[in-house]
């Protein structure tokens, strides 16, 4: 059973920064990616960041440049460090891990607050 369990979410100034973090617990023996969605209320859960298999990082372009995502070594964990925060930041932040065989787990979510 993979789980996932987000921290760090809080209430920020625009301007200010905070760090996300994921623990993954379970095995995944086949390759698999690991990111970021953020999701409003009455809105469509949109991708913020996510490492590939490759290990390459991809980013939303409203967070490029200002977000970013990294993993430990085993990939027990992942994070998003989120500087330069504005109030459109502001969203429930879920973690994700997507497999090879397109099978997603998700955190419970954390709530980032951005205010002006």
């Known amino acids: 059973q993979v789980q996932l369990v987000e921290s760090g979410g809080d209430f920020v100034q625009a301007g200010g920064s905070l760090r996300l973090s994921c623990a993954r617990s379970?095995?995944?023996?086949?390759?698999?990616?690991m990111g970021w969605y953020r999701q409003a209320p009455g809105k469509q859960r949109e991708l913020v960041a996510v490492?590939?298999?490759?290990?390459?990082?991809n980013y939303a372009d409203s967070v490029k440049g200002r977000f970013a995502i990294s993993t430990d070594s085993a990939k027990n964990t992942v994070y998003l460090q989120m500087n330069s925060l504005k109030p459109e930041d502001t969203d429930v932040y879920y973690c994700?891990?997507?497999?090879?065989?397109?099978?997603?787990?998700w955190g419970q979510g954390t709530q980032v607050t951005v205010s002006p």
């Open positions: 490492i590939t298999t490759r290990d390459s990082a």
């Open positions: 994700n891990v997507r497999t090879a065989l397109d099978i997603d787990y």
């Open positions: 379970g095995s995944i023996f086949i390759p698999y990616t």
